[in-house]
């Protein structure tokens, strides 16, 4: 048989419309400087007869969706995520359609590499499959390519910005990898707060092959020391999980490289977890931070507890490693002291047992780990009387079950 051909004849090589409208964009988006891709995005829409084209950013501190001004695209103020189509479509990464006068206004998410950086908003006179299945991939399409630029532009950070960041919180942010990840057999999602102050709270974590590295890490002090801090802390942890040793020897990295570059009082609290996305084992390894907690069916079961370590910078013994099995559906929080340590003035620490509480009441069926995570940081920060006088961070990590 010859190559390129089927048996019962030619394939039909020609460009069809979406092939059209989807190759244009990608033919010319390497070359399109970041300010562009807005309006290169916009005119694809109209070619379907869509219009009042928006492109919106999570801010910073999760609370709203940013349009991204630009030629083409409809500006606005910025939508509140609860409570509007926009932020339904973002919270669910599912399309959300809702009547307007003249037409259906269109909610797509922009969906790059199991990240979310926001959504699409179009409007079109009438919907159909067609018209949803070649907006989906539009959005896809230019999620990547914002993804790609992003790394030369500051347009998209700028955009993000709700109120002025700290120089600290700048190095942190560029530290972090996307605060969500969702792949078939495990996701993430992680939030810093306060988002543009914080200094010494970052995470980290990589998918590689079917097993998820996760770090989080909480540096003593404020500003710019505690900041210098965690970038040691995190590079170790990465140069380390990138040549592969072990848990306990990856302790042993990030303890060195911050005892070499501080004084000896100076220290990082860390927590270091593997979890075999085949299998459902975890390991972890707790170097002065709160225990982890598993919640199971929408409960928290149990505090993964776990032998005393040091923090890092101390000098401690190689740790010893933890274990348990998950099952399908499992998700771990880990969160720094910041998020129980707050208190009003005059009153008592915010504590554990309200954390385990208000996980009750938000982690519940259907909703992903993105959504609990959010809302669960957002609410804890509102039961605090909205103070936030140390770095607060949690980090959601659901097992799916082998795919």
Not at 33 to 56: C, F, K, M, S
Not at 111 to 117: E, I, K
Not at 124 to 148: F, G, N, P
Not at 363 to 380: I, W
Request: charged residues 25%.
């Amino acid at each position: 048989m010859t190559v390129g051909r089927y048996e019962d004849g030619d394939p039909d090589w020609s460009e069809s419309f979406g092939e059209m409208l989807l190759g244009g964009f990608l033919d010319h988006a390497h070359a399109l400087p970041p300010d562009r891709v807005g309006p290169a995005l916009a005119d694809a829409v109209a070619q379907i007869h869509g219009r009042e084209t928006q492109i919106l950013l999570q801010d910073y501190g999760q609370q709203n969706l940013v349009p991204l001004a630009g030629d083409g695209r409809e500006d606005g103020d910025p939508l509140p995520i609860d409570g509007s189509a926009a932020g339904r479509c973002f919270l669910t990464s599912r399309p959300v359609e809702v009547p307007v006068a003249g037409g259906v206004r269109v909610h797509v998410p922009l969906l790059d590499g199991g990240d979310q950086a926001g959504v699409l908003a179009v409007t079109l006179d009438a919907v159909d499959d067609d018209a949803r299945r070649i907006l989906r991939r539009l959005a896809a399409l230019a999620a990547d390519t914002m993804r790609s630029k992003n790394g030369h532009t500051d347009l998209f950070f700028r955009t993000r910005r709700g109120e002025p960041m700290s120089v600290a919180a700048e190095i942190q942010w560029s530290l972090l990898p996307p605060l969500t990840m969702t792949m078939p057999s495990v996701a993430v999602a992680g939030v810093l707060e306060p988002a543009y102050d914080v200094a010494g709270d970052s995470f980290d974590y990589a998918l590689n092959g079917d097993v998820l590295h996760l770090a989080m890490i909480d540096a003593m002090g404020h500003g710019l020391d505690a900041a210098t801090m965690a970038t040691v802390a995190i590079g170790a942890y990465r140069h380390a999980r990138r040549i592969s040793v072990e848990l306990s020897e990856i302790y042993l990295f990030m303890d060195r490289a911050v005892a070499e570059q501080f004084a000896p009082d100076h220290f990082v609290t860390a927590q270091m977890l593997r979890l075999d996305t085949t299998t459902g084992s975890l390991q972890w390894v707790n170097a002065g931070h709160p225990a982890p907690m598993l919640i199971r069916d929408h409960r928290v079961v149990r505090r993964l507890n776990s032998p005393t370590t040091l923090p890092v910078g101390f000098g401690g013994d190689q740790p010893q490693v933890s274990e348990v099995k998950l099952l399908p559906g499992d998700r771990i929080l880990c969160f720094t002291d910041g998020l129980i340590e707050e208190h009003e003035s005059g009153q008592e620490e915010f504590g554990e047992d309200q954390l385990i509480d208000w996980v009750h009441r938000l982690d519940q069926a259907d909703r992903g780990v993105r959504a609990v995570a959010r809302d669960l940081s957002h609410t804890l920060r509102r039961a605090r009387g909205g103070a936030t006088t140390d770095d607060a961070t949690l980090v959601l990590v659901e097992w799916r079950g082998r795919k």
